[in-house]
Structure formats: C-alpha cells, structure tokens
C-alpha cells in the first residue's frame, strides 16, 4: 500500500477517483497500489460490493487511464480473472488538467470582477452584470425593487483565496508528478540494464557454444583425417612384393602371329623326245 508520508499523493488520487466516480469510490485508492495487481475479487470483498459493481468503476476509472489492469486464465475453471492497479502518473496528470481548467475559470471570474462593475437586487438576492443592469433599466423584473451596486471585495477575497489553493495544489502535484517521472525513470533503467545483462549472457552462451561446435568439428575433422591416413597405410603396408612379381608375371605375352609361307611348287621335269 501506498506508505503514510505519501498521504498528500493519496488525497490527490482519491480526488481523482471521485471527480470520475463519485464518492463512494473513493476507498479504491486504499486497495490499489502503485506496483502490484489486485485481483477484482479482492477489491469488490474489501469494497464491500458486488463484482459488478466494483468492475463498473474500474471500466470508468480505466477510461481515464487511471487503472489498468491484466488478465489472467485460471487454468482449473477456465475462466479469466482480471488484475487491476492504479496508474499514479495518468492519475495525476487527470487531476492537474482538471484543476488547472477550475483555475483558470476562477481566474477570468477575477479578472471580471476586478474590471467589471455588478449590481444586485437586494431583495431578490439576484446579481445582474452592467449590460444586463441596462437591459432592465436597473429596476428588477421579479419585485420591481431597484438595483444597487455590488460590492465585490468579499468575493473577490473569496475568488482570489480558492485561486491560491488550486496554484498551490497544482504546484504540489507539479512536485508529485516530477517524483513519480523520476521513479518510473530508475525502474525502466533497472529493467533496461537488466535486459542488457540477459542479452549479453545470451550473446555469450551462443558464442561459448559456437566455439565448442567449432572444436568439435575440428575434433572429428582430425580424427577422420587419422583414421583416414592409418587405412592408407595398412592398404599400403598390406599388398606384398610377391603379389605385384606375380601380377607381372602372370601377364601373358603377346601373341606373334606365323605367317605361313608358301612352299615353292616343285618344277616339272622337261622329258625331250627323241628324234
């Protein structure tokens, strides 16, 4: 919850929630804190309302921006569940926009007195600016009594004080919003040295890893090298001298083909005959 010395920072997120919703809502600033989703349930128990009850403030609540929330699916009933937490900056950032619009319209209302000159009719208690005193030629319409100047010191006084607080709360909330920012500025630095860390311990597991895949194919590249190296020499070292003697001595020689010559025909006997 939020701490007791941040009771000022309280007020102002109660009176959010009740320009918003009202004022029975206002006990929801207690429940809701500034880091941590409540459950729904938790909140309408605590409110002491029903569930949809509670969820119709937090819808309008949330259409400010002023809750968010996030859900989650209850793995036995198969349902979700919603989760809310108030969003402090957004919260008040809605207050001071609201204020700062209620003091510029006291502030013009000042100016206006200031500058302007009013009457009223006295007996009718109604006030009347100097057109509409004109208008009616300073004689009331109601009662017919004439009109009489206002005096504008006292709500001028009462103007003025109303201005000075609605500064002073915006300054404070100037001062909250400025606390806040720098919280929410830290806790993104944490979250992003954080990540920076995980990234680089990622960068590093995938490096180590290549590194050792690397090692490893060069191991099985060596030992296939070896492997292959002590086969070529057993082949080697296996094949005797004799085998190879008797490869080439087993080769057949080449055939020489006889050519056959041809036997000389026997000559005939020349028989002279006598004469």
């Known amino acids: ?20 919703v009202g004022k029975p809502a206002e006990p929801i600033v207690d429940f809701l804190e500034g880091n941590k989703y409540l459950n729904e349930f938790l909140i309408a128990k605590k409110l002491e309302i029903t569930i949809n009850q509670t969820r119709n403030i937090l819808y309008k609540l ?7 929330s996030i859900r ?17 900056i957004r919260a008040l950032e809605f207050l001071k926009a609201h204020i700062k619009k209620r003091s510029d319209q006291v502030k013009h209302q000042v100016d206006s007195r200031e500058s302007k000159i009013f009457y009223i009719c006295e007996r ?29 010191t006292k709500v001028l006084k009462e103007l003025r004080k109303n201005f000075a607080r609605q500064t002073n709360d915006l300054n404070e909330i100037d001062g909250e919003l400025v606390q806040e920012k720098e919280k929410l500025g830290k806790k993104k630095t944490r979250e992003l040295q954080k990540e920076e860390k995980e990234k680089k311990r990622k960068r590093d597991e995938k490096r180590i890893a290549s590194k050792k895949l690397r090692d490893a194919k060069k191991a099985l590249e ?54």
């Open 72 to 88: 989650k699916k209850d793995k036995r009933k198969g349902w979700y569940t919603y989760f809310w937490k108030i969003e402090i």
């Open 222 to 275: 060596e030992k296939t090298k070896k492997k292959t190296a002590k086969k070529v020499v057993k082949k080697v070292t296996k094949k005797p001298v004799k085998k190879t003697v008797k490869k080439v001595t087993k080769k057949k020689p080449k055939v020489i083909k006889k050519i056959k010559i041809p036997k000389a025909k026997p000559k005939k006997k020349v028989v002279k005959k006598r004469k």
């Open 62 to 68: 949330s259409d400010h921006g002023i809750v968010s």
């Open 1 to 20: 919850m939020l701490a007791k010395k941040d009771e000022k920072l309280k007020n102002f997120l109660r009176e959010s929630v009740v320009i918003i």
């Open 124 to 152: 009718c208690n109604i006030e009347f600016n100097e057109e509409n005193a004109l208008l009616y030629e300073f004689t009331c319409n109601e009662c017919g009594n004439i009109f009489t100047l206002k005096d504008n």
